[in-house]
């Protein structure tokens, strides 16, 4: 056995208290995984703690989401206890209230499939990393973590381990995608898990503020390098109009337009502040071009967050830089 599974079980096993986290701006993935992993727990008669920044919409299908709590109504003051970081491995990746209240943490798990990042910062000294970036997805990994040691896994924890796999393959359709994608959902659907629920509740569950939202980025759409490369952004003031809470990443839509290479997609979720979604067709990458700017994620899906004095300026000149890496 791996020496940092065996180090996970022996924790898992001997701490009681457990704070369950994921990235910024959290996803289907990142959330099932603390679920599935904070349904465990309470089988296990563990105090388990799923907190995030703020709570999607559409994600009332996944089993006990009700039990996830909000950082700002998380007010227990721990001492003992076990932090599982899920979907992310850096501290700069996860939302800062959150990062606060696990500084007193005994020990960090990592369990994350995104590439790991350059001078990647620790936690802490006492860390557990479980990383691998030809996963498809983290509640992938934890399924063979669960089934390594034969723990029970129940027809909720199923769902949402499927919910995780399907969300971040983009219905199996990803390069990420293999044959063990397929035998593990097989297998997910043997203990309960259904897939129309998961399918129905992800992607045929368009509300009309997403439309609206969706109908400015359409407006906005430009295309650099004769089609190669489509840009779109939300301003602060849009975000604002459009009283939009958690922004849906279209991105991913931006990349299903025949011959775009790279899909980008700007929004400024404060002022002066933007968040950057990249996609692309393989062969382009461009998890180089987040690592320029601090960020991180897949090699055809990434992202960061920027800083910015002006944002028309920052958009003018991210212009040239894209068409620049493009064309190297």
Do not use: W
Request: proline residues 3%.
């Amino acid at each position: 056995m791996d020496q940092n599974l065996e180090k996970f079980f022996y924790i898992f096993e001997s701490f009681e208290n457990f704070v369950l986290i994921t990235h910024l701006n959290p996803d289907i993935d990142g959330i099932s995984s603390m679920l599935t992993l904070h349904n465990l727990l309470k089988l296990l008669n563990k105090n388990s703690f799923p907190l995030l920044e703020n709570i999607p919409e559409n994600i009332e299908f996944l089993p006990y989401s009700e039990d996830l709590i909000l950082v700002d109504n998380f007010n227990k003051s721990l001492e003992n206890f076990a932090t599982i970081i899920l979907d992310a491995h850096s501290p700069e990746r996860i939302f800062k209230k959150i990062y606060e209240k696990i500084l007193n943490s005994k020990v960090f798990i990592i369990i994350d499939h995104h590439q790991i990042e350059k001078n990647k910062k620790p936690f802490s000294e006492n860390e557990i990393t479980i990383i691998d970036p030809s996963a498809p997805s983290t509640t992938f990994l934890i399924y063979k973590i669960l089934k390594n040691k034969d723990f029970i896994i129940t027809p909720e924890m199923a769902q949402n381990l499927l919910a995780g796999l399907y969300f971040d393959t983009g219905c199996f359709k990803y390069e990420n995608v293999e044959e063990k994608t397929f035998l593990i959902a097989g297998e997910l659907c043997k203990l309960g898990a259904k897939p129309h629920l998961i399918a129905s509740h992800l992607f045929e569950n368009i509300s009309l503020k997403e439309i609206e939202t969706f109908k400015v980025i359409l407006n906005r759409l430009e295309f650099l390098e004769n089609g190669i490369i489509a840009i779109s952004y939300l301003t602060y003031e849009d975000i604002q109009n459009l009283g939009i809470k958690n922004l849906s990443d279209f991105s991913n839509f931006l990349r299903s337009i025949k011959g775009v290479k790279i899909s980008v997609l700007i929004k400024e979720i404060e002022k002066n502040i933007v968040s950057i979604s990249l996609r692309s067709r393989a062969p382009v990458e461009v998890l180089d071009l987040a690592k320029t700017f601090g960020g991180g994620g897949h090699k055809y899906a990434c992202g960061f967050k920027i800083k910015i004095e002006n944002f028309y300026e920052f958009l003018k000149k991210f212009k040239e830089i894209l068409k620049n890496y493009y064309g190297r």
